[in-house]
């Protein structure tokens, strides 16, 4: 073991819980020290973290919750925020992970991270791929549009697929996927910007700015008039009930994220779901994180996408800790166009 | 052929279509004629109808849709409600039916009834039940539970059960088939009367008056400590909104009906949907017509049950075709205990 360096680690801390909108003000960057060393004897990782995913999830566990969360501990006021990320290994004393490995996963929202559980990090393999896709296509997702699609909507060629927040993380890989498949895919976003981006670079048959639309359940009607087969939301609330008049018999409807709620003291009710009997549709929600087995061969089939240019990607990138509580609020108003993730460092 | 024998045949006609809460003045009971005898060369049967099923989906049918219901046409202003019951043939033009057969299928709120369609009708065989029990649980309800439970719900022992409606014609065979699967079940319904029935007649662990509850939600818990696997629903509204905070990981909810909505002009919104997501729930509408291929497996299942006492079974017998206005309104009004059926003749 080589002396311990101590460096500087500047973190971002969520001040308290948060109810209703989320604000920059309620994060703050804290300046610390961290050891690039490990304890004797200890199987513990030091990252370096490069890449920051911004991710909408996050919002839930700014909130106070009664019942723990199933599926990700909430954030404690005065602490690191902690979400996925890209990093490499500056200390280990675990076998399998040496210096310089590079390795996504679950990190803090902070220039260097003791990692007590290294298992639950996967190592990158892919250095000719951009190491930022691992905050995103090549990460959490991209595995989320995959099985969402796949293992929950069982999307099947010439189904009718409709995405919401399309160009998003998520809706950008699941859209192109659906393609992919052979399906017809119309997907929603909320600017102008995004829309065209969705059939010019994204390959989406049609796409619609929801902002712009008096009636929801008109604009479905136009842009599926024999109806839905497979509705990915991301969204929840107004959308999701339009499209439940829109669904056709057998529908499927896999419930990855309801991002107009989340900031909403109360969620609002949804309307519509008598629809869910007469014809007879599933409705289902997901968590990624059940389905990290699957990673490796996700991750092969979506590398050869990628580097055969049958998938885009686009990535909205903020530079420095200091922005990172503002990237991560901006989820929230749309201002990120495609994936939203922070750059700490490159290497 | 014989001579075309002509005899008196009272019906009960839709008077309108229906908005809000449907009343027994919607409906008038009107005389007319029935020929008993088939014509020549036609394959089609005269059905004498002994027992009529009363069932919550026909509220929806006497409402005009915008588009039409997937399952089953909109009754018709001025012509005979159509719905299931049990008959005898009193003439057939089919060569798999002959005079004096006894069916369950679709056929007229009347007397006699024309059938176009001989192939929509089961046979039945099991003399030693109540022919009533076809309306019932030998047929369409009867059918819906199992559906319901297994197909759907994928119903498992020891699993936690939830039914609503608990003590309706759906209700009480989904609760002791959940029983009898190994699970613990408890029902909720609108009476003490209902709510003693489920645990000294069907042999639910608990049950309780969901009208008496202040907090739908208080009270879910308070039965389910640990949670719900399936909930199998019946009502929606409300109970809906409750269930789903206090689903588990990985619960599934059958959606069967929405009687709590029916009568409304406009349907109530569902919240707490988020936790489909959190919990990774599944929430499926299923509509029984579409299983009746799977119909002789379940006669057989079932009838064994109940000739071994291992399924008990109680239903609400209205008298005469007069009083069928007033039965099928008080599924509504929640004023039948077990299932709702009229007699029109015995044999």
Redesign the interface.
């Given at each position: 073991m080589s002396a311990v360096a101590e460096v500087p680690n500047r973190r971002v801390i969520l001040k308290g819980h948060v109810t209703g909108f989320p604000s920059e003000d309620g994060m703050e960057i804290v300046s610390g020290m961290a050891h690039l060393a490990v304890p004797p004897g200890s199987a513990v990782l030091v990252l370096k973290n490069l890449y920051l995913s911004c991710d909408p999830y996050m919002r839930?566990l700014m909130t106070k919750h009664e019942r723990p969360?199933?599926?990700a501990p909430d954030f404690i006021p005065g602490e690191v925020l902690v979400g996925y990320g890209v990093s490499k290994v500056v200390a280990s004393g675990h076998p399998d992970f040496k210096f310089g490995d590079l390795v996504w996963g679950r990190t803090g929202w902070e220039e260097f991270t003791l990692i007590p559980n290294p298992e639950s990090l996967f190592k990158i393999n892919h250095t000719e791929i951009p190491l930022s896709y691992y905050t995103g296509v090549l990460g959490m997702s991209g595995l989320t549009a995959y099985i969402g699609l796949y293992d929950v909507a069982k999307a099947k060629k010439g189904d009718f697929v409709f995405v919401s927040a399309a160009s998003g993380a998520v809706g950008q890989i699941v859209g192109q996927l659906a393609k992919l498949t052979g399906c017809y895919v119309v997907g929603s976003a909320g600017s102008d910007e995004k829309v065209n981006l969705l059939k010019t670079k994204f390959g989406f048959d049609d796409s619609f700015n929801y902002k712009k639309e008096q009636d929801l359940n008109s604009a479905l009607q136009r842009y599926f008039p024999e109806g839905i087969d497979i509705y990915f939301d991301n969204v929840?609330g107004a959308m999701?009930?339009a499209v439940l008049l829109n669904m056709r018999?057998h529908g499927r409807i896999t419930?990855?994220?309801?991002i107009s709620?989340y900031n909403l003291e109360?969620?609002?009710?949804?309307?519509?779901?008598?629809?869910?009997?007469?014809?007879?549709?599933?409705?289902?929600?997901?968590?990624v994180f059940?389905y990290f087995s699957e990673y490796h061969k996700f991750e092969l089939e979506m590398a050869g996408y990628l580097m055969d240019g049958k998938i885009d990607y686009v990535e909205d990138i903020t530079e420095g800790l200091d922005k990172a509580p503002a990237a991560l609020i901006g989820l929230f108003t749309g201002c990120n166009v495609g994936k939203k993730l922070i750059t700490l460092a490159r290497e």
């Open positions: 839930g969360s199933s599926y929840g999701l009930e018999v419930m990855c994220g309801m709620q109360k969620h609002e009710g949804t309307r519509n779901l008598m629809n869910l009997i007469s014809k007879r549709i599933r409705m289902e929600g997901f968590v059940d």
